[in-house]
């Protein structure tokens, strides 16, 4: 009996190893995978507030036509927001981005709020919007990157 449990203990620990882990943030539509969608923490009088992200597993070009949240009276999309099949596109704030404007609430950090993204070929993705820590960026390091990477 012994040497069945430690088999399948074997077992399940060398598939654990062939499958890949999940992450927490990330979202998928027919077409791509959105992971880690953040803004850094915003008072409520903030003018606005960027939203980051990554979009990836692009196996159809798509493009993000709109989003809603209900924590802004408004979502603006920012820049060129096309994603190419086969590639990664980074929503940062040195490229295209979406900009929340008209702050409900102060965005709290460690918080997350519902986010809607409307694609034109994926369709509507219900997210969370995480809220990092407001950071000091070093010259060699990517604004895109959230504070906390995982």
Known sequence: MR?????QAGLAF??????PP??????FTGTLR??????HAADIDAPFVVVSMKLDEVSVADRL??????????VELVGDLRIAQGRETELDAA???????????????????????AFEKGGIVYARLNI???????PFQRPSAPPFSR
């Open 34 to 39: 959105i992971t880690h969608p953040w803004a």
């Open 22 to 27: 999940a992450r927490a943030c990330e979202y």
């Open 132 to 138: 990092d820590f407001p950071r000091v960026r070093l």
């Open 95 to 117: 490229g295209a981005h979406l900009r929340l404007v008209g702050l409900k609430e102060p965005l709290g950090v460690g918080r997350a709020y519902p986010l809607e993204l």
């Open 65 to 74: 036509i709109g989003a809603d949240t209900p924590v802004a009276t408004g």
């Open 14 to 19: 060398f598939a654990s190893l062939a499958v």
């Open 3 to 7: 040497r069945r449990a430690a088999l």
